[in-house]
């Protein structure tokens, strides 16, 4: 039986379900570093570098990324690479016809990718976490390219420089009376510049950017939240004891 191959078409936009002989391909769980600003400046930065290239962000300002605790002059000098002014939105020099017919399709925006790819087997960032992770040689594919959780690859590994080359290793079992091949690890083919560990931090930190940049008013909102409930809390005992002494003489 051949090996199931499995991979992603994130060029292409398809679903963020991935299957091995029919079972989804479990999502490991993405560090929540939204609140690590050098996290965040990394993750800017590794945006800018690796995606930016093909995937427009066309609803985030350049200005936006301030909040993150860089100052303009940082921003110009090391996130932005063409003529574009510190309020521009952040858009893709790729040419739209050339992406068409590299990739079949314009590579998406991704300014709210992080939202929009959440599902039942995890939330956004998970699966870009996984997703960024489980990319793997494949000679049968036009650019080489597939991946654990996205089947039939439309965009190569766009950090395969830092992760360098892996190949999966499968155990064939037998389910149902059918002999089927399930995905046990990895082995490296070739090594990258960055060490496993090294490029799990690095991606992390790229999911951070990319759920940062599908809501940037997140954790004020969440701390607003807090103090919110704080106010209700102190007004509830307030008014229940206001309540009481009003009503203590009538019976």
Request: proline share 5%; net charge positive; with cysteine.
């Amino acid at each position: 039986m051949k090996k199931i191959l499995l991979g992603f078409m994130l060029a292409l936009g398809l679903s963020g379900m991935a299957h091995a002989a029919g079972v989804a391909f479990p999502l490991d769980k993405a560090p929540n570093r939204t609140n690590d600003m050098a996290a965040l400046q990394n993750g800017a930065k590794l945006f800018v570098n690796y995606c930016l290239n093909c995937h427009s962000a066309s609803f985030m300002r350049f200005n936006r990324l301030l909040d993150t605790g860089l100052t303009d002059k940082q921003v110009m000098d090391n996130l932005v690479f063409t003529t574009d002014r510190i309020g521009d939105t952040m858009v893709a020099a790729i040419n739209p016809n050339q992406a068409k017919d590299w990739f079949g399709k314009n590579p998406p925006d991704l300014t709210l990718v992080a939202r929009s790819r959440a599902s039942g087997a995890g939330s956004g960032p998970d699966y870009l976490f996984t997703l960024l992770r489980t990319y793997y040689r494949d000679s049968t594919t036009p650019n080489g390219w597939n991946n654990l959780v996205y089947p039939n690859i439309g965009m190569p590994n766009p950090l395969w420089e830092l992760q360098g080359e892996r190949v999966p290793v499968f155990d064939k079992v037998v389910s149902h009376g059918q002999e089927i091949e399930v995905f046990r690890g990895w082995e490296t083919a070739k090594q990258g510049t960055m060490s496993q560990a090294e490029y799990d931090r690095n991606v992390g930190d790229l999911v951070a950017f990319l759920q940062w940049m599908a809501e940037p008013g997140q954790n004020t909102r969440i701390r607003l939240g807090v103090w919110v409930m704080l106010f209700l809390s102190v007004f509830t005992l307030v008014a229940w004891r206001l309540n009481a002494a009003y009503w203590k003489d009538i019976k």
